[in-house]
């Protein structure tokens, strides 16, 4: 059989479409500090305003990130063999597993999101992840076949996954759970909640470009610049917009992030569970805006999946979310959608 080789495009393509860079600008009489690393195969970065200089050095507030996001990992990262989840995936159907706080977080709020979203949203589709080439396994060189996929759909559903207090079950053999389209939201939300343990109250947390800040001074707002290269209309500062964020959280899903082509067609890492097959629609990319950034990542998947029309819908449903839709042509022209109240966070 021939082998076609998929060119497997990962993570920033960068110039394309949309993508985010924070900016701020300090008044005199503060101070900023700029703490990056790396975690769940991405990067982070942090930014933290304070008017007298912190007792704790930038290094020591690092190393309490690092360790927080590697117990993090630890609980729920799908490519570390011996973590929490991958023990739970590779269990047997019927035996109850007991799982830590973050990993009990997570979960009740995908069932969540996933119950709001009619199943657009749903951590049972690593079987599927991982048969189109975005998971553990790696790239693929052919497209799955369509028995694969069928045998893919009969494993997947969070139905059958059951949640009791800090235990969980799968229902059927061969059920598995995958975390990636909400674990760095939670990720942001949990070093902001560090950051305000350790008496920071003026931060901005970016994971992979989801993010979430804390604005302890009203007068200095965190700014986050939105390109769009397609976009002519853009600022003196050459963004094509700026979002203004205190005390919420962004992210964003979009299928220029990670994907293939073969044979010109774009293949996205946003899986739908009821086809089976990557979600292939017009939409190119989901930004949402609410208080959680976990919330805001699973949302962002979920209308990914829902496309413009029904994602937008399912947004001006929801209290206190927002969103910014990005449709992009087949003559590559974008059209843009926003809810309701986005027009509020743009400056
Ligand atoms: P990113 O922020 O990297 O664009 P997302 O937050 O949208 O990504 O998460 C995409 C990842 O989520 C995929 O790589 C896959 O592991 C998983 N995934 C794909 N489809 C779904 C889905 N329908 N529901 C939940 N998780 C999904
Ligand atoms: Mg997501």
């Known amino acids: 059989m021939t082998q076609l080789f998929f060119q497997k495009k990962v993570r920033w393509i960068s110039g ?5 860079i924070v900016f701020t600008s300090c008044s005199d009489h503060e101070k900023e500090s700029t703490i990056t690393g790396t975690t769940m195969g991405t990067t982070y970065s942090v930014k933290i305003r304070f008017d007298e200089s912190p007792t704790l050095s930038a290094t020591s507030i690092k190393n309490k990130i690092d360790s927080t996001l590697m117990i993090l990992n630890q609980q729920v990262s ?14 047997s159907a019927g035996e109850w597993f007991e799982i830590s706080h973050h990993f009990q977080a997570i979960v009740e709020q995908a069932l969540d999101v996933s119950t709001i979203s009619g199943g657009a949203f749903d951590i049972t589709v690593h079987p599927l992840v991982r048969l189109w080439g975005f998971g553990i396994d790696g790239g693929i060189w052919e497209t799955p076949s369509e028995s694969d996929i069928r045998h893919a759909m009969n494993i997947i559903g969070s139905k059958y996954l059951t949640l009791s207090g800090n235990q969980i079950k799968k229902d059927i053999p061969g059920l598995e759970l995958d975390l990636s389209a909400i674990a760095k939201g939670y990720g942001v939300d949990l070093i902001s909640q560090l950051l305000l343990d350790l008496k920071f109250n003026d931060y901005m947390v970016e994971i992979g470009g989801e993010v979430r800040c804390q604005n302890g001074n009203a007068n200095n707002s965190w700014r986050i610049g939105i390109e769009i290269p ?17 005390d919420l959280a962004m992210a964003t899903s979009g299928n220029y992030r990670n994907y293939f082509i073969h044979e010109g067609h774009r293949y996205s890492h946003t899986i739908n569970p009821k086809t089976g097959k990557p979600v292939d629609h ?56 926003s809810s309701d109240g986005f027009g509020k966070f743009i400056e």
Request: proline share 1%.
């Open 282 to 337: 017009t939409l190119a990319s989901a930004t949402i805006i609410t208080s959680t950034c976990m919330n805001a990542d699973a949302l962002a998947t979920a209308v990914m999946v829902l496309g413009a029309i029904d994602g937008l819908e399912l947004i001006e449903s929801l209290d206190g979310v927002e969103c910014f839709l990005i449709e992009e042509n087949i003559d590559g022209s974008t059209i843009t959608h």
């Open 78 to 91: 799908t490519y570390i063999p011996f973590s929490e989840i991958s023990r739970f995936n590779a269990l």
């Open 16 to 20: 394309f479409l949309f993508f985010l």
């Open 230 to 246: 397609a976009d002519q209309q853009q600022t003196s500062e050459g963004f094509a917009g700026v979002i203004r964020l205190d």
